[in-house]
């Protein structure tokens, strides 16, 4: 059986696989312009870059696109930079914005005026409902076994479902997907799709860097571990030097605050450590990896790894 179709306003993709959007520096042109051409639905992290660069990646993603695909950003409430960066993406006709950790009212309202789907991530089917009533043209429900930060204790799928019943517009199920027969449960429970971030950083054209892939390949279950950041929420993240020094809720000094976040505790910088690890030191800096990274021991082409989850779908359908 083949995936079914999944439909967010104008955009129809061969797979109804979204890859998630990834910063710092994770997932930008290379790694969104990978999935798009493969047939998924590629996204740009706008966090931690320059307005300016997040301009010069949507229009080296969407240069790069061969025949039809779809390239859209991803931007969180939590930064102070949201409207600008939103704003930005829209101004270079990116497919869609995608956004988390908070509602935007104006956010619905700027995509009614350009005409650009706008997607939320969110983690209750409460949730869910008020995006919906603003005008979200789809919904991202992550479970509590994402990478990065979560806004929830629950696993995916005891959320999905509860979610995919308060809604009419499009279930996108994400955290802790990591196969087809992954993505045929989310389906079978009514998903219209599913978002992957975790199994895409170890592509080669993610635009991580080698040191950061390789921790996601050598990575085992008992490397996960849960940190409290600075926004505030838990997020996960693969045991290091930089994880033993904030446990315990320690700090860490400040070196050169750019004051990037609406509401920050200060105890370290989130930003710097996920500059960090972009940056190739991935012991000093945050790793962020969903609960399942420890199920990958190899880099693949995107495109195989889509193949890989097609053939793993149809197996199991």
Same mark, same amino acid.
């Given at each position: ?32 312009? &990978? ?8 996204? /740009? #992290? %706008?966090? !931690? @870059? =320059? ?36 704003? &930005? ?8 914005? /995608? #956004? %988390?950790? !908070? @509602? =935007? ?213």
């Amino acid at each position: 059986m083949r995936f079914p179709q999944l439909r967010i306003g104008h955009m129809m993709p061969k797979f109804p696989i979204m890859q998630g959007g990834m910063g710092v520096g994770i997932s930008l042109s290379g790694l969104s312009s &990978a999935v798009a051409n493969a047939g998924g639905i590629g996204t /740009i #992290s %706008g966090t !931690g @870059i =320059s307005i300016e660069d997040l301009r010069l990646h949507i229009r080296k993603a969407k240069a790069s696109i061969k025949g039809e695909g779809y390239i859209g950003v991803n931007v969180l409430f939590a930064m102070n930079d949201f409207a600008e960066k939103m704003k &930005a993406a829209i101004e270079e006709k990116a497919d869609f914005i /995608i #956004s %988390g950790a !908070g @509602i =935007s009212r104006d956010m619905y309202s700027w995509g009614r005026e350009s005409g650009t789907p706008v997607i939320s991530i969110v983690s209750s089917a409460r949730l869910a409902k008020m995006s919906e009533r603003l005008g979200a043209s789809a919904v991202v429900v992550e479970g509590n076994e994402a990478g990065g930060h979560l806004g929830t204790e629950r696993p995916l799928f005891d959320i999905l479902q509860e979610v995919v019943e308060a809604v009419q517009i499009p279930v996108i199920a994400a955290g802790g997907i990591m196969t087809g027969r992954d993505i045929a449960h989310a389906i079978r429970i009514g998903a219209s799709g599913v978002q992957m971030g975790t199994r895409f950083v170890a592509s080669h054209e993610c635009d991580a860097p080698l040191s950061f892939k390789e921790k996601y390949v050598h990575a085992k279950q008992e490397d996960i571990v849960m940190v409290k950041t600075t926004v505030g929420l838990e997020g996960r993240a693969i045991k290091n030097h930089f994880t033993e020094q904030i446990s315990d809720n320690k700090k860490v000094k400040i070196k050169n605050c750019i004051d990037c976040l609406k509401n920050c505790s200060y105890r370290f910088c989130t930003m710097d450590s996920l500059i960090t690890s972009m940056d190739g030191d991935c012991e000093n800096g945050l790793v962020f990896a969903g609960a399942r990274v420890h199920e990958i021991n190899e880099i693949l082409p995107v495109r195989t790894i889509i193949n890989n989850l097609k053939t793993e779908y149809e197996a199991c359908v």
